[in-house]
């Protein structure tokens, strides 16, 4: 079978905790007392049941009955055996995808987002702020908020804001306030711009401003799209449905791929594996990152903050130093110096793998996906098509029949620019050099608790 | 049942021709000759499969294996009963929509692309031409051409080759050449850039621009993705998989609707449903067009030819007259001055209804779409859904409680210009004006056969 659908009724009515299953993890310290944050601290930005939902070892949670409604909109999302691709590489190995680009923001982050918004909703909160860089988590929080009424204000990275015109378009549609990040709003943006009147801001900034304002008002949270344990939990059920749909087109993946920046797509597909492999099956999940950003293959398993301005916890993770700064590649999402401490946890233990890959690979790769698969992949999500095309050439070279899958975490209609770059022949595979990443480590910080 | 899916395996094998059940149409008149035009000179354009499909009242044609092969990549596409749309309307009707937007390309395009494609090059064809408006046709032409490994020249009018640059990297990335018309390609285009150099150019002489490098060339042929018959025939499939679904859901529509611009769209959905009309049932198909182009609505049933420059045969159908010239309205793909003459037949016939609708409530009925359904729509499928939804809300006034179908024919990812457009208050409801119709009306042509 080509296709594997599930009915709505099939669909998982709980998420899976990976933190059940896993070492336990160090505790995120607050960045004002250097102890470990405490449920105060971070109430001023989250509401009590994504606070438990962070914190709590609890193997399985309930998907509320108006979150799993919503999510019926979309999900179960299609597996689909990516059989012309297996004939364009001439591979012996079985490819299969589990395609998240058919949400309606085009992404897995509107699983999250649709949980994230429900329960802010029913503690009172009546706006959220956000930042957003390459565009599909503002886009995600944009349509989850207003299917709840609540207003968003999204800050995005003005360098993005008038590079993708069209994300700021949706996200309007949608009801939320769209704002360019250095903005007056915050005493970040207006420190920034008084240091810089033309700044072009970053990822790093946004988030300052997105948390400032949410940590100034009793009535405004503040949402995050990747990195955070919740937001692994929410998007478990991308590898719970995952797994059914192998079983039901008999079979069960030798390996699975997903691109990795903050962690989220990478561990929502993984979760229902990881947990048959910690169980004794064999299963490798491989996280692939961009070789411009080799968080996980080339950073250090250290305590470090969440943003450049330091608002945010520090966590315990793989970072390349806060203060990294990535080249200006063509995968905003996969652009962050650290990655989630859930993650982070599993590579440092070798439960997980991860690689990295060159952005020709991921473009030319991205491109055989679109003109046999049909669909036009988000650049972020090529890095995974590429990890699976990869590892099937090896295969064959070693005379392996694997079944890979990978998760198509979602599509490229708003990235056409970036296709437009590749075949200009403007892209080039960059290495982060070794000794600038040892440079930007001596930036993090010592904890001790 | 919210979602109704087929299985590949009960996807329709055959396409249904709409000629089979409807009044004989006038035949195609030579713009050359004012006689009947001979399958020789068509041949010059056309493949003899597609010309066979063009002229034949034969009920049903096999779709051939390999084009089913394909079709499958995306179809069936998906029934949705829009419950959120219905209560967001506060109707008791019952709405359901055809889900085309799945397609690789984003639209019902898709359909004959292939199979026109397919034609092509089992003949011997190496080279397609076609011209594009908004884009749409175009990108499934790209798409389906690439399939084959086939080239293709696109010539796209001028104002749209810039104003929507991401369709042309759409095109690009499928291997398709684009051409912003008009070129200096042909003696048509070079024609118009003597008379103005600064020329933005016109769907008209695109569509010249292509017919003339088809013609000049044997090895060359040219795809239209709309009006004619074998268009209809390929997108048949819309309608028989949508009357399974129906069946499967239990349910029956009292109303079809579809956006109508060339026809082709309408004319896929309804095919099915029109037959069951003709043969006693109860059912409506109701074409919906742009107040601002009513061709069926405010035209005549007449001769007229289909492009500005009288290059192609002049058919039997409703116009506006071949030199009317609509406002630019958002929805590039309902601006013809014309409409399929099977459409036409129709329409004439009193066998279906058209009604036509503003801007306004096209982009209001579109946004409300978005935010309960989860899809952006393209703006021309926005019209149908404009009809479905005004159909509902006076059923409720009249106490009615009936089940409408809409084809949801595209996306609208490429299409967030508009729906700025939209916001920023820049849109109005334009009526064009009936003097100005009969004026154009002036010109079509006399015929006599």
Chains 1, 2 share one sequence.
């Not at 509107?110 to 802010?120: D, G, K, L, R, W």
């Amino acid at each position: 079978m080509k296709k594997i659908y599930l009915n709505p009724s099939e669909m998982p009515t709980q998420w899976f905790n990976l933190l059940s299953v896993i070492p336990q993890l160090a505790p995120p310290i607050s960045p004002m007392t250097g102890k470990p944050a405490t449920p105060e601290e971070m109430l001023a930005l989250f509401p009590g049941p994504i606070l438990e939902q962070e914190m709590s070892n609890q193997e399985f949670f309930d998907i509320p009955e108006e979150v799993l409604d919503i999510l019926t909109i979309w999900r179960p999302t299609p597996v689909v055996r990516a059989e012309r691709l297996e004939k364009a590489l001439g591979t012996d190995c079985k490819i299969y995808f589990k395609n998240e680009g058919v949400s309606p923001a085009g992404s897995h982050k509107t699983n999250t987002a649709v949980a994230q918004a429900y329960y802010n909703k029913i503690c009172g909160i009546k706006k959220l702020t956000t930042e957003t860089g390459a565009g599909q988590w503002g886009s995600a929080l944009s349509y989850a908020t207003s299917l709840f009424d609540m207003a968003l204000r999204v800050y995005i990275v003005k360098v993005s804001y008038f590079q993708k015109p069209y994300r700021k378009s949706f996200m309007n549609m949608f009801g939320a306030e769209v704002i360019p990040s250095p903005s007056d709003m915050t005493n970040a943006g207006r420190a920034e711009l008084k240091r810089d009147p033309e700044s072009n801001g970053s990822l790093g900034l946004a988030i300052s401003e997105a948390v400032e304002e949410a940590a100034m008002n009793k009535d405004i949270n503040y949402a995050l799209g990747s990195v955070l344990n919740h937001v692994l939990l929410h998007q478990s059920i991308i590898g719970l449905e995952a797994k059914k749909q192998m079983e039901i087109g008999g079979d069960y993946p030798d390996m699975v791929f997903a691109s990795c920046g903050g962690g989220s797509n990478f561990g929502g597909i993984a979760s229902a594996f990881i947990k048959d492999k910690i169980e004794g099956k064999k299963v490798d999940c491989v996280a692939v990152e961009p070789l411009s950003c080799p968080t996980l293959t080339k950073g250090e398993f250290t305590f470090d903050y969440g943003d450049v301005a330091k608002m945010t916890p520090i966590m315990q993770m793989y970072t390349l130093g806060h203060d990294f700064m990535p080249p200006a590649i063509h995968a905003g999402g996969l652009r962050y110096h650290g990655d989630s401490p859930i993650v982070s946890k599993m590579y440092n233990e070798g439960i997980i793998d991860a690689r990295s890959v060159g952005q020709l690979d991921v473009f030319k790769y991205g491109v055989m996906f679109a003109k046999t698969e049909g669909i036009v992949p988000a650049p972020e999500s090529a890095h995974a098509i590429a990890g699976a095309c990869n590892e099937a050439l090896e295969c064959d070279k070693r005379g392996e029949k694997k079944s890979l899958l990978f998760c198509l975490s979602g599509h490229g209609f708003f990235d056409m620019a970036s296709y437009d770059a590749y075949f200009e022949g403007k892209l080039e595979d960059y290495e982060y050099p070794e000794e600038a990443i040892a440079q930007s480590l001596k930036g993090v910080p010592e904890v001790k608790f």
